[in-house]
């Protein structure tokens, strides 16, 4: 008998003996009353389960290493591959039943504390813990573009030291900030966070039974090995052999020489027509078989109504005389459409100057980058407004009633694990704000008065935005209001307004990460002080490393973030360049205002229209409550839908709604058996198969030199969907 079948059988005969009840299990009816966590998430619990284990830090914290070298190291290149719950869920799941055969499994005595680095099998709780370490950390660190753009771009560089303070509290203070919010977030039932039931499916199968009730269905565990296993070797084709898969511009080869047809359905244009038989592509902005299908469709609409019918009539009517720069960028121009050299603009300290700026010319962008500037204006008031009416009473109710109120199967489930006390909470918040004054002040990022109002704009707007990412899968984001604001307020200061906006816009994103992952803990039965100290220890050490791996980077790459540098040609800095230069080094009133020639002004009125157009439909849904459609629109997502253009592009939206419409909607409707087995699992295994197979391209070939020989589905010169004239300007330039 092997060692981890002994330690089961030890386990399962000493289990019992503790003082909770050992398994927690309700009748079949008690379940959540929403349908996609009944399919999902088991209503039974066994609280005598391993998870506060030896091997759970050991895994957790070596993941936590490995992921964030690899994310960081990613992030900078040109194609960018994030690596999350799915490929850590799977190389660690063998690990973990590694150490649980060979590990001792006698018991110690530490100061009276009794533990055993073998305490049993090991659990799906202790997976699920060593996959929230790694997640809450794989976006990578906002902050580490502040550093790079201090040295690449404004030539003011800062210690280490510095740096790491900067990221330390802008990743962290969130954390404090969601214990706040947990009651009104993460104890509701129909607060659902739908990427957690992805996540809770893949974990789910990886620990089903050998043998299912039903032997007439393929088992979850087996499928999501064909799936992963079908898509690590599909991605090969798009990834490495064949690019021009992932971007069929068939509409565009008619007549690839027609710059508007061009511009038009080319992909790195308005990509209409275009295909992208590339899952990477397809999934990263919509999430097309998670996010629920009546948000996919407000999704649609405001992509429509923005991508394809005002960027349009906005470009070849030559608004803003838009027809000098491409259709769809993030570069920035001048009047007549040459770059813009912000050099020309900027004294030695970085700050504006004032007659060079006269001299050199006013800054313009395309049509596409100012309209969505707007549309996020808008879809900030909305967000406030929506919550406010349509939410507005129950955040009252819970409010007054706190936690003593009926919850669901659930959290009465959590409610024999111990809740992290609010003062952890509460000392946690004071530690991470009194190092974030440190870090202002001593190194001169921004001022002290700036940071107590960056924070109070992350704690305004993170229970509006926290309600509309629970229910919709997707997150309204700040940071457009937090350059705004401090725009106004210190115009000319680029590195104070990245830094201002990272710590309103980046705190409030930390503090929706931690409760999205306190929901998948609600929903898995993993104890939240456990859930706490986890991802707090993992964030620091990912900080560490994520500033680390960045500073090697740009200290040893050649060229990096520029195109000589390819493939390190920092795509996503170069963005956040852009809005520190549009926001911070020139300052909305010359782009958005009305001093020094700008032109953007009416964009500003998306302030109003947010704010409006919730109101009429909410007020329409009252006076007529029969129609049903109404209280499906929800303009908080319906004007965020190009939130993301650029970096994103038009395609990447249109094939992914395309899947939804298929997975979301179709099948949820026509095969629901299917779906409900195997919905959120079919997301997990694609998403694994992606990462694995770019994984071992880069490292196995691109990291050695190597890449395919050069043909039609490979041109040498890049330009992947043979449509070159799409990211030209109207004159083909």
């Known amino acids: ?185 993460v104890r509701p039932a129909h607060m659902v966070w739908p990427s957690t039931l992805v996540v809770a499916s893949l974990f789910r199968s990886l620990h089903a039974q050998q043998q299912e009730t039903d032997d007439t269905r393929m088992s979850r565990m087996k499928y999501f090995m064909l799936v992963s296993g079908g898509m690590f070797v599909y991605y090969w084709l798009p990834g490495f052999i064949f690019p021009t898969i992932g971007t069929i511009a068939w509409i565009c080869w008619i007549n690839p020489n027609n710059v508007v047809l ?29 996010t629920p299908w009546f948000a996919q469709v407000n999704i649609i609409v405001g992509f429509v109504l923005v991508a394809w019918i005002m960027v349009p009539w906005a470009y070849y009517t030559n608004l803003w005389n838009s027809k000098n720069y491409p259709i769809v960028t993030a570069v920035l121009y001048q009047e007549n459409g040459t770059y813009y050299d912000k050099s020309q603009v900027l004294n030695a300290q970085g700050l504006l100057d004032e007659a060079a700026y006269l001299a050199y010319g006013p800054l313009r962008m395309d049509s596409f980058f100012a309209l969505t500037y707007g549309v996020g204006f808008a879809g900030l008031t909305a967000t406030i ?199 911070g080094a020139i300052g909305p009133a010359r782009v958005f205002g009305s001093k020094d020639g700008a032109l953007y002004a009416p964009v500003q009125y998306g302030f109003l229209v947010g704010a409006l157009l919730p109101a009429i439909f909410w007020a329409l849904s009252k006076k007529f409550p029969n129609v049903s459609w109404l209280k499906y629109v929800h303009w908080p997502v319906l004007l965020a839908a190009t939130g993301n253009m650029p970096p994103a592009l038009p395609y990447m939206y249109t094939n992914g709604l395309g899947l939804g419409f298929i997975f979301a909607f179709w099948l949820r409707r026509y095969r629901y058996d299917w779906w409900a087995r195997y919905n959120y699992l079919t997301s997990a295994a694609l998403d694994t198969g992606v990462a694995i197979s770019g994984l071992i391209i880069f490292f196995a070939i691109q990291s050695w030199d190597g890449a395919f020989p050069f043909w039609w589905g490979n041109p040498e010169d890049e330009n992947f969907d043979h449509c070159a004239l799409g990211a030209a300007n109207y004159f083909g330039q």
């Open 1 to 185: 008998m092997e060692k981890e079948e002994v330690v089961l059988e030890k386990y399962e005969n000493e289990k019992y003996a503790g003082d909770i009840e050992p398994e927690l299990n309700l009748e079949e009816e008690d379940d959540s009353p929403i349908e996609e966590v009944r399919v999902t998430i088991s209503n039974t619990d066994d609280p005598t389960m391993p998870y506060n284990t030896f091997r759970m830090w050991t895994l957790g914290l070596f993941w936590t290493c490995i992921i964030s070298f690899v994310n960081q190291f990613f992030y900078l290149r040109q194609t960018q591959i994030a690596i999350g719950y799915s490929v850590v869920a799977l190389l660690s799941l063998p690990m973990g039943h590694a150490m649980a055969r060979v590990l001792p499994t006698r018991q110690w005595n530490l100061f009276g504390w009794r533990f055993s680095l073998n305490p049993g099998p090991f659990s799906i709780k202790e997976h699920v813990l060593i996959g929230t370490m790694v997640a809450c950390n794989s976006g990578t660190a906002y902050a580490v573009d502040i550093v790079i753009l201090q040295k690449i771009w404004y030539n003011s560089e800062k210690s280490w030291v510095a740096g790491m303070f900067l990221v330390l509290t802008t990743q962290i203070t969130g954390f404090a900030i969601a214990g706040a919010i947990r009651r009104f977030l």
């Open 262 to 290: 061009s511009q038009i359905t080319g992909s790195n244009g308005l990509g209409v027509g275009v295909i992208a038989l590339d899952w990477a592509a397809a999934s990263a902005y919509v999430g097309p078989l998670v």
């Open 385 to 583: 407004v929506h919550v406010v009416l349509y939410n507005g009473r129950e955040i009252v109710e819970r409010w007054k009633s706190a936690r003593h109120e009926n919850e669901d199967i659930h959290s009465r489930l959590m409610s024999v694990y111990a809740e992290v006390p609010d003062w952890w909470y509460g000392l946690l918040f004071v530690v991470t704000v009194a190092l974030s004054f440190v870090t202002c002040v001593v190194w001169d990022y921004m001022p002290w008065w700036a940071l107590i109002l960056a924070l109070i704009i992350a704690l305004v707007f993170v229970l509006p935005v926290g309600i509309v990412q629970a229910v919709t899968n997707q997150q309204p984001g700040l940071n457009v209001v937090t350059e705004y604001v401090i725009g106004y307020i210190l115009p000319g200061h680029a590195i104070a307004n990245v830094t201002f906006k990272t710590y309103g816009y980046i705190v409030n994103v930390q503090a929706l990460n931690f409760v999205s992952d306190l929901k998948l803990g609600h929903y898995m039965k993993i104890p939240p002080q456990v859930m706490f100290m986890a991802q707090l220890v993992s964030a620091i050490i990912s900080c560490i490393i994520n500033l680390g791996t960045a500073t090697w980077l740009i200290n040893t790459r050649p060229n990096v973030c520029t195109q000589a540098g390819y493939p390190f040609t920092c795509r996503s800095t170069k963005t956040f360049y852009s809005a520190s230069v549009i926001w």
